[in-house]
T-cell receptor, first 113, second 112 residues
């Protein structure tokens, strides 16, 4: 049981390049989330998927798109990367119960030059 | 904005109890108090949560005041590996669609 996995662990992009961050969970969770964390800051929600087939914007969605590929996988795409998107990106998933205990992946460290 | 207030930093001696306070004076009746921690560069880790009653698990204890306007996370015997940023979060239990609002948390340093 690997929990929540994210790929890649590190990535360097040039301004304007695109890339997709991958996230997968093997806990049969219904809900999945993408957060970003800037230095010295708390996490901010980018997008979430309450269940397979649905996605919704979070606090900071501009410049990102997401795809809930199936119940296990939730990807985050940067179509045209900007230096302001330099951050650590965390994926999380939640058991579909009445509580919000989220399980986080190890993060992807993205630098946009 | 985060609905909680925490001290920016605290120190604790190894082997002693670490008591981390959190104020959440605007908490509503159906909101839970959650605690997560983030060890340097890793993803946040769930610790404990509660609604009204005090809670204890293998990691920590959570004490919530009777008026629910504040709480304390207790690590009974802190170790060096407990050095982390601890986040206190209030959130409604809506089963997956509710976001967690992470503030800046408390940086706990456990000293040898």
């Amino acid at each position: 049981n690997a929990g929540v996995t994210q790929t890649p662990k590190f990535q360097v992009l040039k301004t304007g390049q695109s890339m997709t961050l991958q996230c997968a969970q093997d806990m049969n969770h219904n809900s999945m989330y993408w957060y970003r964390q800037d230095p010295g800051m708390g996490l901010r929600l980018i997008y979430y998927s309450a269940s397979e087939g649905t996605t919704d914007k979070g606090e900071v969605p501009n410049g990102y798109n997401v795809s809930r590929l199936n119940k296990r996988e939730f990807s985050l795409r940067l179509e045209s990367a900007a230096p302001s998107q330099t951050s650590v990106y965390f994926c999380a998933s939640t058991v579909w119960t009445g509580t919000d205990t989220q399980y986080f992946g190890p993060g992807t460290r993205l630098t946009v030059l | 904005d985060a609905k909680t207030t925490q001290p920016p930093s605290m120190d604790c001696a190894e082997g002693r109890a670490a008591n981390l306070p959190c104020n959440h004076s605007t908490i509503s009746g159906n909101e839970y108090v959650y605690w997560y921690r983030q060890i340097h560069s890793q993803g946040p880790q769930y610790i404990i949560h509660g609604l009204k009653n005090n809670e204890t698990n293998e990691m920590a204890s959570l004490i919530i005041t009777e008026d629910r306007k504040s709480s304390t996370l207790i690590l009974p015997h802190a170790t060096l590996r407990d050095t982390a940023v601890y986040y206190c979060i209030v959130s409604m239990a809506q089963g997956g669609s509710e976001k967690l609002v992470f503030g800046k948390g408390t940086k706990l340093t456990v000293n040898p």
